[in-house]
């Protein structure tokens, strides 16, 4: 397998797994790449981007899934929270997703958007707009463009 393959076949999977509930990092992977091999800017974001999103995906199913077991003794989450939880997101909606890529609480927003019933196609949306805009970025700055 070629080393283009192997690297963007493993940032893909550390961009997954960074937007799911396990601890993970997928910049320094997406740096490290850039510095490697600048030229693949474009194919580097895309899979980071895609990976990142589709890792969020996965929140959201959670998210639709937990919601059924809320009535239950051992839910991680207790009522109140819940309610504040609901209350917040109503109050922001949808759009707030666009705040997923943040690295405390965006996951946890995956989550709850998925509990509140968000529709999978403007979630996945909204979602990939912020990730890959913050992964811009951070091609941006890591090839100096920001200077």
Do not use: C
Request: net charge positive; no cysteine; proline share 5%.
């Amino acid at each position: 397998m070629s080393a283009f393959v192997l690297s963007h076949t493993g940032l893909f999977g550390a961009a997954f797994l960074a937007a799911t509930v396990f601890p993970f990092q997928s910049e320094l992977i997406l740096v490290g790449l850039l510095v490697a091999e600048p030229t693949y800017w474009p194919t580097l974001l895309l899979a980071a981007s895609v990976g990142n999103t589709l890792g969020s995906v996965v929140n959201w199913l959670l998210g639709r899934l937990i919601e059924r077991f809320r009535d239950r003794r051992w839910f991680p989450v207790k009522p109140g929270d819940y309610e504040r939880v609901e209350r917040w997101y109503t109050r922001w909606g949808v759009w707030s997703l666009l705040f997923a890529w943040l690295p405390f609480g965006g996951d946890a927003l995956t989550v709850v958007a998925g509990a509140m019933r968000a529709p999978l196609p403007l979630f996945v949306v909204l979602v990939a707009i912020g990730k890959t805009a913050r992964y811009a970025v951070l091609v941006a700055a890591t090839l100096g463009w920001l200077a």
